[in-house]
């Protein structure tokens, strides 16, 4: 489980952005510097209604390559049906 939700994330990451340093708001939260950047290589520009948007799209991709995925597997076992009844 993730100790700070990616609100949260984008919250301290403006708030450097604000003008705050990076050291003083990872002492404050406790991450490291590390985690910071790794954070900001991840959301930096990122609102929290993009976040949102970001979110809902990659649930939908998931989704849908499982169905791809399940799709293919059908289509495996069709062709393997066909092939065994001739």
């Known amino acids: 489980m993730k100790k700070y939700p990616e609100e949260k994330i984008i919250t301290i990451l403006k708030e450097v952005e604000a003008g705050a340093k990076v050291a ?3 002492r404050k939260y406790g991450i ?3 985690t910071y950047y ?4 991840k959301y930096a ?3 929290l209604a993009e976040l949102k ?3 809902s799209l990659e ?5 849908l390559k ?3 995925a399940e799709q293919a597997l059908d289509i495996q076992a069709l062709k393997g049906v ?3 009844k001739y």
Not at 59 to 63: G, K, L, P, Q, V
């Open 32 to 34: 490291s510097d590390a």
């Open 82 to 84: 066909l092939e065994k």
């Open 24 to 26: 003083e708001t990872c």
């Open 45 to 47: 520009g990122l609102e």
């Open 53 to 55: 948007r970001l979110k």
């Open 66 to 68: 499982k169905i791809v």
């Open 38 to 41: 790794s954070w900001k290589a």
């Open 59 to 63: 649930e939908e991709n998931s989704r």
